[in-house]
């Protein structure tokens, strides 16, 4: 059924978003490392990406795991949401902004004058 494989598809990939986030706040590219978690180590459910050594590792063994209660509530909440979006016959959300680059730092405070004292020269 179409339906069914495309929720299973938004599924995979909304499984695979908080680890691309983590790797991508890292500096690195989130769909190559996913990619090569899955490919490496996808019967291996406890090896993932240490973002903060920059190295794939057994997560559970190095201490990098999230609470069960903290993943549970995060999964029901989001099918919950998931849910209601689908029987809705239509949503209200806010249009996307299309934001300016940011302008160039500004320079630097100019250094004190030299031999001149500070505040409790009086």
Known sequence: NFDQSLGVSAIKNALQRPARTIVE??????????????????DKFTWGYDAAQGEFTDMIARGIVDPLKVVRTALVDASGVASLLTTSEACIVEAPEEK????????????????????GGF
Not at 30 to 36: E, L, P
């Open 100 to 119: 300016a680059p940011a302008g160039p730092g500004g320079m630097g405070g100019m250094g004190g004058m030299g031999g001149m004292g500070g505040m």
């Open 25 to 42: 706040n890292a500096g690195e590219e989130g769909s190559v490392i996913v990619g090569q978690i899955l490919e490496r180590y996808g």
